[in-house]
């Protein structure tokens, strides 16, 4: 049963480190902008060693000691339940006699094996600031800091953390405490130089005294541990090392100057990079052979599905970026796939936009097709563009017709209950583009050719196929040319505008549930918009927006306020990105038309419940309100 490693501060070992063995708990979020409390505390693991009585943080768990080596072993002193999530954390130490109380490491070890022992699975672990930044970044999504780690414990919820904590395998090695290049699965190109710095910077107060009292200027410690509090450059300063980590990756556009500063002193890790970057994102480069990925989506267990234009397939990645072996389907109708959407069995559904042979096409997970050799026909299908799945299991479509457009309405069972030629109206469907339901059954949709001055609008048309009375169509307030929308837990519907917003980049507009303009007169703008396309929502609310013009991401609150930096989140080689999802782990994935690969953005959001139809009631509401954006 025994786990054996080292724990090494800047290269050197940390001596008299105190180790504890943890496991995330699952009585409550953690996360960033969540406090720590009870319900969201690290369960300890160990039953003997030295009982911590501090009165700290960690007092009444049990830790075992790093020798003059840094070396420790956990032997039979511990019991793990089968799918916990578990990680090492180390405290304090000395080098050269010279002790530091803040130095904190972890490792992330991830899911206990079904016999309760990590022994045979993981025979050796390399602590240090590597494989802490590679821990920190991957469960930020449920790290309030280091000693509070959690989930809610629902099914999807343990399926997200199980995932996150996977993902710190294909940044560092757990025996090596070493950056990776490439991820294990051979796929993915890993930041080695960014994830080697960030360790530097942590490096830069783990090798001193620890001391933390200002000025600025007159510790690395005071300086890291102000540049990374909780929010950035406010709230809860650190404690330790290790939360300092997890707040960086909770924000990775501030204060870069005076973090990457830290790094550049005597750097233990190299390669590192040699000049500062725009953020701290840290991102994974997918590459599958494939070009053009035009839609994506997420599936329950946090696979990413992709349909690919130009191969006329649907393909499965894993939730760590591994192409599913012998997996890209093609057949079933499949022809210029534009759009793609999981439903509530897992099951996907692909709109085929081509004239003739246009088509929906239905298949399982399991690669077998619902919908018929030639996918679902007729409906009045004429170049179909986004679909979404509704609460009942049936597929919503925006239909391009010869007389400009149509919203289509398909059964769970294949049959068109939008009739022969589907929803229309004359103001209302005009050029379709993207979809999205709310709680109380209404489809949401973007015109990219219609409203006032030609510039677009957003319309809404209720679950029995009704325009609402009054006002079913909006324009003005920064509508101008829309691409894509998404519902938030409220109801309310946010697009993107390729054009239009501040210097003429483009916005983001935010229209309530009852149909009023949220967002002001020119809509949201900032934060790196240029040319806005892919919208998505996570389980904090926060609307996550591709710049297709500007190779970044941006980030904004629910309120509206910027989060990313004025040049947006830029990490993982993004290239004109376009689609955009967020996995139940807090991923934010990005295909990048540019380049025709695929970006996983570590940790960066909040965990958001997965597929995006299962946070749909099943008994509508009355005020649209629902699971979408939030939280397993």
Same mark, same amino acid.
Not at 117 to 127: D, G, L, W
Not at 135 to 153: E, I, K, N, P, R
Not at 236 to 262: E, K, R
């Given at each position: 049963?025994?786990?054996?490693?080292?724990?090494?501060?800047?290269?050197?070992?940390?001596?008299?480190?105190?180790?504890?063995?943890?496991?995330?708990?699952?009585?409550?979020?953690?996360?960033?902008?969540?406090?720590?409390?009870?319900?969201?505390?690290?369960?300890?693991?160990?039953?003997?060693?030295?009982?911590?009585?501090?009165?700290?943080?960690?007092?009444?768990?049990?830790?075992?000691?790093?020798?003059? #080596?840094?070396?420790?072993?956990?032997?039979?002193?511990?019991?793990?339940?089968?799918?916990?999530?578990? =990680?090492?954390?180390?405290?304090?130490?000395?080098?050269?006699?010279? /002790?530091?109380?803040? *130095?904190?490491?972890?490792?992330?070890?991830?899911?206990?094996?079904?016999?309760?022992?990590?022994?045979?699975?993981?025979?050796?672990? =390399?602590? +240090?600031?590597?494989?802490?930044?590679?821990?920190?970044?991957?469960?930020?999504?449920?790290?309030?800091?280091?000693?509070?780690?959690?989930?809610?414990?629902? &099914?999807?919820?343990?399926?997200?953390?199980?995932?996150?904590f996977a993902n710190a395998a294909n940044l560092a090695g757990i025996a090596t405490g070493a950056a990776l290049a490439t991820t294990p699965a051979g796929n993915g190109t890993v930041p080695q130089n960014e994830i080697n710095?960030?360790? %530097?910077?942590?490096?830069?107060?783990?090798?001193?005294?620890?001391?933390?009292?200002?000025? &600025?200027?007159?510790?690395?410690?005071?300086?890291?541990?102000?540049?990374?509090?909780?929010?950035?450059?406010?709230?809860?300063?650190?404690?330790?090392?290790?939360?300092?980590?997890? %707040?960086?990756?909770?924000?990775?556009?501030?204060?870069?100057?005076?973090?990457?500063?830290?790094?550049?002193?005597?750097?233990?890790?190299?390669?590192?990079?040699?000049?500062?970057?725009?953020?701290?994102?840290?991102?994974?480069?997918?590459?599958?052979?494939?070009?053009?990925?035009?839609?994506?989506?997420?599936?329950?267990?946090?696979?990413?599905?992709?349909?690919?234009?130009?191969?006329?397939?649907?393909?499965?990645?894993?939730?760590?970026?591994?192409?599913?072996?012998?997996?890209?389907?093609?057949?079933?109708?499949? +022809?210029?796939?534009?759009?793609?959407?999981?439903?509530?069995?897992?099951?996907?559904?692909?709109? #085929? /936009?081509?004239?003739?042979?246009?088509?929906?096409?239905?298949?399982?997970?399991?690669?077998?097709?619902?919908?018929?050799?030639?996918?679902?026909?007729?409906?009045?299908?004429?170049?179909?563009?986004?679909?979404?799945?509704?609460?009942?299991?049936?597929?919503?479509?925006?239909?391009?017709?010869?007389?400009?457009?149509?919203?289509?309405?398909?059964?769970?069972?294949?049959?068109?209950?939008?009739?022969?030629?589907?929803?229309?109206?004359?103001?209302?469907?005009?050029?379709?583009?993207?979809?999205?339901?709310?709680?109380?059954?209404?489809?949401?949709?973007?015109?990219?050719?219609?409203?006032?001055?030609?510039?677009?609008?957003?319309?809404?048309?209720?679950?029995?196929?009704?325009?609402?009375?009054?006002?079913?169509?909006?324009?003005?307030?920064?509508?101008?040319?829309?691409?894509?929308?998404?519902?938030?837990? *409220?109801?309310?519907?946010?697009?993107?505008?390729?054009?239009?917003?501040?210097?003429?980049?483009?916005?983001?507009?935010?229209?309530? +549930?009852?149909?009023?303009?949220?967002?002001?007169?020119?809509?949201?703008?900032?934060?790196?918009?240029?040319?806005?396309?892919?919208?998505?929502?996570?389980?904090?609310?926060?609307?996550?927006?591709?710049?297709?013009?500007?190779?970044?991401?941006?980030?904004?609150?629910?309120?509206?306020?910027?989060?990313?930096?004025?040049?947006?989140?830029?990490?993982?080689?993004?290239?004109?990105?376009?689609?955009?999802?967020?996995?139940?782990?807090?991923?934010?994935?990005?295909?990048?038309?540019?380049?025709?690969?695929?970006?996983?953005?570590?940790?960066?959001?909040?965990?958001?419940?997965?597929?995006?139809?299962?946070?749909?009631?099943?008994?509508?509401?009355? %005020?649209?309100?629902?699971?979408?954006?939030?939280?397993?």
């Open positions: 049963m025994a786990i054996t490693g080292r724990v090494m501060g800047a290269q050197a070992p940390l001596v008299g480190a105190q180790v504890y063995l943890l496991a995330a708990n699952t009585t409550g979020y953690g996360g960033a902008g969540i406090a720590a409390s009870t319900s969201n505390a690290s369960v300890s693991l160990l039953t003997s060693g030295t009982l911590d009585t501090s009165g700290g943080p960690t007092n009444g768990f049990n830790y075992v000691t790093t020798d003059s #080596n840094g070396s420790f072993s956990i032997t039979g002193d511990y019991m793990c339940t089968a799918g916990q999530q578990v =990680y090492l954390y180390s405290l304090g130490g000395s080098q050269g006699g010279v /002790a530091n109380p803040v *130095a904190g490491l972890m490792a992330a070890l991830g899911s206990c094996p079904s016999g309760g022992s990590f022994a045979t699975e993981i025979p050796f672990v =390399y602590m +240090n600031e590597v494989s802490t930044i590679a821990a920190a970044y991957a469960m930020a999504g449920f790290a309030t800091d280091a000693l509070h780690v959690s989930s809610s414990g629902t &099914a999807l919820a343990l399926v997200g953390i199980s995932n996150a710095t960030l360790a %530097n910077i942590l490096a830069s107060c783990v090798n001193t005294n620890g001391a933390v009292t200002g000025p &600025a200027s007159a510790t690395t410690c005071y300086t890291l541990f102000h540049d990374a509090q909780s929010g950035g450059s406010s709230g809860t300063v650190p404690a330790d090392t290790a939360t300092a980590a997890i %707040n960086m990756a909770h924000n990775p556009g501030t204060n870069i100057t005076g973090l990457y500063g830290l790094s550049t002193g005597s750097p233990p890790f190299a390669p590192a990079l040699s000049m500062q970057p725009n953020d701290f994102t840290v991102g994974i480069g997918f590459t599958y052979g494939f070009a053009n990925y035009p839609a994506i989506a997420i599936d329950a267990a946090g696979d990413v599905w992709l349909a690919s234009w130009s191969s006329k397939s649907v393909s499965e990645l894993t939730s760590a970026g591994a192409i599913v072996t012998g997996v890209s389907y093609t057949g079933g109708g499949l +022809n210029y796939p534009y759009s793609i959407a999981v439903d509530g069995a897992d099951d996907l559904w692909v709109t #085929n /936009a081509t004239n003739p042979g246009e088509s929906v096409s239905e298949l399982t997970s399991a690669g077998s097709f619902l919908s018929g050799a030639n996918g679902f026909t007729g409906g009045g299908l004429y170049l179909p563009q986004g679909i979404a799945i509704d609460g009942a299991g049936d597929a919503w479509i925006t239909n391009q017709t010869s007389m400009m457009g149509s919203i289509l309405e398909i059964s769970s069972m294949g049959s068109y209950i939008s009739g022969a030629s589907g929803y229309s109206g004359s103001s209302e469907v005009y050029y379709p583009a993207g979809i999205a339901v709310d709680g109380s059954g209404n489809v949401w949709w973007v015109n990219g050719g219609g409203g006032t001055g030609g510039v677009g609008s957003v319309a809404r048309l209720a679950s029995s196929g009704t325009f609402p009375t009054g006002v079913s169509t909006y324009t003005g307030s920064g509508i101008d040319l829309p691409g894509g929308v998404a519902i938030d837990a *409220a109801g309310d519907a946010w697009v993107t505008n390729q054009s239009g917003g501040s210097g003429g980049h483009g916005s983001v507009t935010k229209i309530s +549930n009852a149909g009023t303009i949220l967002s002001g007169t020119s809509g949201y703008s900032g934060g790196g918009l240029q040319n806005p396309y892919a919208i998505a929502i996570d389980g904090a609310g926060n609307v996550w927006v591709t710049s297709s013009s500007g190779g970044d991401v941006s980030e904004f609150t629910n309120a509206g306020a910027a989060l990313s930096p004025a040049t947006g989140f830029t990490g993982g080689g993004l290239s004109s990105p376009n689609g955009v999802a967020i996995d139940g782990s807090g991923d934010v994935w990005v295909i990048n038309r540019g380049s025709s690969s695929l970006t996983e953005l570590i940790g960066v959001g909040a965990p958001v419940v997965t597929p995006i139809c299962a946070g749909l009631p099943a008994t509508a509401t009355g %005020n649209g309100t629902s699971g979408l954006g939030t939280r397993p």
